[in-house]
């Protein structure tokens, strides 16, 4: 089976070696998002983590739907913040996106840095049905 790469205009292009998602079967595989515009490459909301992880969200959406999935096919998410101490407001926000019938599995983890200084970087698995 050939692993086919995902691209959205609609969500930051790869500030690296590496793709947007990657679609193995039925299953994409999200790369991290941080809060980047698509249109002007500049961050979003810098330093204001309600604006950040808004944004994410909005970024992890594009690529999904270019991979002709949404959030509802979300099973995982992986979430990586700069302060856990703001883990009640990315929370919030991050549950305003997901529905309790079809709420992904997910861990989240403080860590000392992230791309560009960024608050929040969330990554995520869904599945075609």
């Known amino acids: 089976m050939a692993n086919t790469i995902v691209y959205s205009a609609h969500a930051p292009a790869p500030i690296g070696p ?42 992890l959406q594009a690529v999904l739907e ?12 992986s979430i990586f913040v700069k302060d856990l101490g703001n883990f009640g407001l990315i929370n919030e926000i991050y ?10 599995a997910r861990e989240t983890v403080e860590v000392s840095r992230l791309p560009k200084d960024v608050q929040v970087e969330i990554s995520c698995v869904a599945v075609k049905s």
Do not use: W
Request: with cysteine.
């Open 18 to 59: 590496y793709s947007q998602a990657i679609q193995a079967g039925n299953t994409i595989y999200v790369s991290g998002q941080i809060a980047l515009d698509s249109d002007t490459g500049q961050l979003v909301g810098e330093g204001d983590v309600a604006q950040e992880t808004h944004q994410v969200m909005r970024n």
């Open 66 to 77: 270019a991979a002709g999935c949404s959030l509802r096919d979300v099973v995982k998410c």
């Open 95 to 104: 549950g305003s996106y997901f529905s309790a019938d079809y709420a992904p």
